[in-house]
C-alpha cells in the first residue's frame, strides 16, 4: 500500500458567520492544549467538579446534576431523550423546524408515543397552545427546540415549567444555539432537562454537550438504572424502572460517573472538558448580562444592516433569535454564488439553510467569540460588495452606517431601561 | 448566586503508564489548536477525506468506509451494535473481561438475542471454540473483543473473517486498547467493522472513536437507512430492513454525511478531528512496523523488570498485549498505597483493576508516546522505591537493568528475524 502523509493542520484564517460552528475563542484553544490526566486523578475529578460548579451558573440553576456528555449537540439530544422515554410513553413535541422534526425521530426511534404541535417553520407555540395540547394527549414529557437556527426562531420557555407540573409533564428544552447568547433560565422557567453545544454562543467547538437535569427528572432517571456488570460493586443499587435503551446516552450511569461514586462509564473526553470549563470562565467572566446585551446588540445591528441593504429579513421580530438572523435572498440572485465570492474573495462564511427553507434564505450569524461589533460591520460590508457583483444593486455603505448606529447608538440607549 | 471563577487549567505534569488515557503527543494538542472551519467548507470536508485516507492505512484496510464516530471509544462500540443488531438478532459475545461484558451490556440493551462465550477473565477464545459455537448458535453477528485491558489480554483475530463468511455471521471487534500498539490487520483478518479510540496507542485524547466498516457489513447497514424529514430531499434512499434504534449512532446516516453526498447529521467535532488525523499522521510517519515493535519493546522490557523486581506478571505470555502489564500486587502490600506514593513522589500514574481483579493486580500502560524506553525505566526505578517504602524488599536496581538489557539487547536480536 502507498502511504499518503498529509500536510500538517493549517485551516485558513476564516470569519465564520454563519449558523455555528463559529470561531472559538482562542483562550479555549490555548485551554484544550494541556496535556491529560488520569480519569480518577484528583486533578482531574476536580476541574469536573468544577466544570459543573461553571454550568450551573452558565444554566441559571441550582441543579446538582450539571455536567457534560462526550458528544455533539445532538448526543445531548438523544442522552436526554432517551433516558427521560421509554417504548409507550407518551411524548409532546413541538416541530416548527427542521430540530423540532429532529426531537420526533429520536422519540420514534424510542419506540414513544408521539404527539405533536405541528407550527409553520418559523412559528413559535403559545402557553395556551401547549396546554391545550397537554389536556388533549396526556403526555408524560414535553420537548421543544429554544432557538432553532434552521428558522433563526426563538421559542418563549417563560412558565413552561408551572405548566409542566400543574400537569405532572417532565420538559426537556435544546437550547444548543442559544446557550451562552440569550438567557437560558432553567430554574426561572423550571425547565426538566436542558442540554446545549459549545459551537456556537459558548464560543467553543463542537463534540461536547453540557446538560442540567432537575432533581425530579433525575429521580425519574434513577428508577431506570442498571450498574453494569465489569464494575458492579456489592452496593449496586439497580432501580425498578424499564432500563435505558441506550448504554453510552443512560443518564443514570453518566450521572454516577460525575457523582462522587465515580463508578467508570466512558472515559472522559479530557480535551473537550478543558474546552468546556474554559467557555464557562470566560462566560462568568464577562457576566451573563453583558454577554446577552452582546449578542442582542451583535443581532439588531446585523438586521438593521440588512435592511438597509434593501433586503428583507426571514421570520418575526419579536420571536428572532439574536444571535443568528435569516434573510431572503432577492429574486434574481444566486444565493450559492454568494456564498462562495463571500469565503474566497473575503474569507467569510454565512450559512445556507435546510428544508423548505433550502435556497430561499442565508443564516448570518454572529455569536460567541464573533458577536463582536467589527465582525458584524466587516461582514455586512463584503455581502454589500457581493451581491453589487452578482448584480444586486444596494445603497452602498448603507448596511455598515446602519448597523453602526444601533451598535454605538440606539441600543446602548435601549439597554439603559 | 455568588459566581465562581476557577483558575486557568494546569494540569501537572504526570507520566501516565496506566491502561489510559496517557499523555498525549504534543504534536496532537498542537494540531489541535488550531481554529473552526465551517462544516462543509472545502478545507473542512478535504481534511475529513484525508483523515478517511489515513485511518484506512492504520486499520490496514481499502474499506471505503473508515471513518470518525463523535465520542469516546464506547460510543464506537455502540455506535457499530446498534447499527449490525436488532431486536432478536442473535449474537454471539466472547466475554473474557470486563469490556467483553460491556458488548453484552449494550446488546441487551438493543434487544439481541444473546449467545456468549465465557471465559475467565484473560483467557482468549480458540477458533475452533468461535465454530463449535456458530453451529450451535447460528448468529448473525460475532462479536469481541481484541485487547481488553481490564486483564491485559489480545484476543488473536486470524482467520476470523473465513470462519464468518463460512457460517454467514458478520464480525464486529473493539480494538480500543490495540490500534496504533498491535497490528490491527482488518482485511487480512477479514473483519467487518473495527472500532477504537485515540487515548491508547494512537496517542491522542479520548473522545473521537475512529471506525472501519466493509463493504458488506455496510449493505446491511444501508439497508436499515432512513433519512432525516428535516434534510430530506427528492434522492431520499429508505432502507427495506429495520430502523436502526439510534439516531445519533445511526452509521448509515454517519457514512452519508461523510460521503460525498454530504448529508447533514451532527455537526462534525472539528477539534477531536484535527486531533484523529494527527495521530495518524504520526503513525504513518513512524511506520506501522516500527510502531509496533516499539509498543513490543515497552511491553517487553516491562515484563523482564517486574519479574526482576520479583513480582508476578498477571496473565499468559503467549495473549499479554504489548501494551498494557498486569502485574499481581504482592502479599501485605496495599496497592492503592503504591498508587498514591508512585503519584504523590514521583507523578507517575499506574492502573488499578476492575471486578474480580479489582485490587489484586496493578495495571502499567507504556503505550503511544509513552511507549518509550525512558518512561518504561523511570516507572520501573520509580515502582522499585515505592515497594521499599512500602515494606517489600526487592532486589535494589533490578528492575531497571532487566528492562534495559531486554530494550537493548534481546529484542533487537530477536526483531532481526
Redesign the interface.
Known amino acids: 500500500?502507498t502511504?499518503?502523509?498529509?500536510g500538517?493542520?493549517?485551516?485558513?484564517?476564516?470569519l465564520?458567520m454563519?449558523p455555528?460552528?463559529?470561531?472559538?475563542h482562542p483562550r479555549v484553544?490555548?485551554?484544550?492544549?494541556?496535556?491529560?490526566?488520569?480519569?480518577f486523578?484528583p486533578?482531574?475529578t476536580t476541574?469536573m467538579n468544577?466544570t459543573m460548579?461553571?454550568y450551573r451558573?452558565v444554566f441559571m440553576t441550582?441543579n446538582r446534576w450539571t455536567f457534560l456528555i462526550?458528544?455533539?449537540?445532538?448526543?445531548g439530544i438523544?442522552a436526554a431523550l432517551?433516558s427521560l422515554l421509554q417504548p409507550g410513553m407518551t411524548v409532546l413535541i413541538v416541530r416548527a423546524?427542521?430540530?423540532g422534526?429532529?426531537l420526533s425521530?429520536?422519540a420514534?426511534?424510542?419506540g414513544a408515543d408521539i404527539r405533536t404541535i405541528d407550527l409553520e417553520w418559523g412559528e413559535v407555540a403559545s402557553l395556551d397552545t401547549i396546554e391545550a395540547a397537554f389536556r388533549e394527549h396526556k403526555p408524560r414529557v414535553f420537548a421543544c427546540i429554544h432557538g432553532d437556527t434552521?428558522t433563526t426562531t426563538a421559542q418563549p420557555l417563560e412558565g413552561l415549567g408551572d405548566l409542566c407540573r400543574k400537569y405532572d409533564v417532565l420538559s426537556y428544552v435544546d437550547a444548543t444555539a442559544t446557550l451562552g447568547g440569550m438567557p437560558v433560565d432553567v430554574d426561572g422557567c423550571g425547565l426538566d432537562i436542558v442540554t446545549a453545544?459549545l459551537?456556537k454562543c459558548m464560543g467553543g467547538?463542537?463534540?461536547s454537550s453540557p446538560v442540567t437535569i432537575s432533581d425530579r427528572a433525575a429521580e425519574h432517571i434513577f428508577s431506570r438504572r442498571h450498574v453494569?456488570?465489569?464494575?458492579?460493586g456489592a452496593d449496586a443499587e439497580d432501580g425498578y424502572g424499564t432500563?435505558?435503551?441506550?448504554?453510552?446516552?443512560d443518564l443514570a450511569m453518566v450521572m454516577d460517573y460525575w457523582s462522587e461514586r465515580r463508578l467508570?462509564?466512558?472515559?472522559?473526553?479530557?480535551?473537550?472538558l478543558?474546552?468546556a470549563?474554559?467557555c464557562g470562565?470566560i462566560m462568568?467572566?464577562e457576566g451573563l448580562k453583558n454577554r446577552f446585551n452582546r449578542h442582542r446588540a451583535a443581532g439588531a445591528a446585523m438586521t438593521a444592516g440588512l435592511r438597509a441593504l434593501g433586503l428583507e429579513v426571514y421570520g418575526h421580530d419579536a420571536y428572532r433569535m439574536t444571535n443568528v438572523t435569516g434573510v431572503w435572498i432577492p429574486g434574481g440572485v444566486n444565493g450559492e454564488a454568494v456564498r462562495r465570492r463571500m469565503?474566497e474573495d473575503f474569507e467569510i462564511?454565512i450559512g445556507t439553510a435546510?428544508?423548505p427553507l433550502a435556497g430561499r434564505i442565508w443564516r448570518i450569524g454572529a455569536m460567541g467569540y464573533n458577536a463582536m461589533k467589527h465582525k458584524v460591520l466587516l461582514t455586512l460590508g463584503a455581502l454589500e460588495s457581493v451581491l453589487a457583483a452578482e448584480g444586486y444593486a444596494t445603497p452602498r455603505g448603507a448596511g455598515v452606517d446602519a448597523a453602526l448606529v444601533v451598535w454605538n447608538q440606539v441600543l446602548p440607549e435601549a439597554l439603559k431601561d
Open positions: 500500500m502511504v499518503p502523509v498529509f500538517q493542520i493549517d485551516p485558513p484564517q476564516r465564520l454563519g455555528g460552528p463559529v470561531n472559538v484553544l490555548r485551554a484544550m492544549s494541556a496535556d491529560m490526566l488520569g480519569q486523578d486533578e482531574m476541574y468544577e460548579q461553571l451558573e441550582r462526550d458528544g455533539t449537540a445532538r448526543a438523544e432517551v423546524g427542521r430540530f422534526l429532529l425521530e429520536i420514534e426511534r424510542i434552521s453545544g459551537q467547538p463542537p463534540g453494569e456488570k465489569g464494575i458492579r432500563r435505558i435503551s441506550s448504554n453510552y446516552f467508570n462509564h466512558h472515559t472522559e473526553a479530557t480535551t473537550m478543558y474546552g470549563r474554559e470562565r462568568l467572566e469565503r462564511e435546510f428544508g
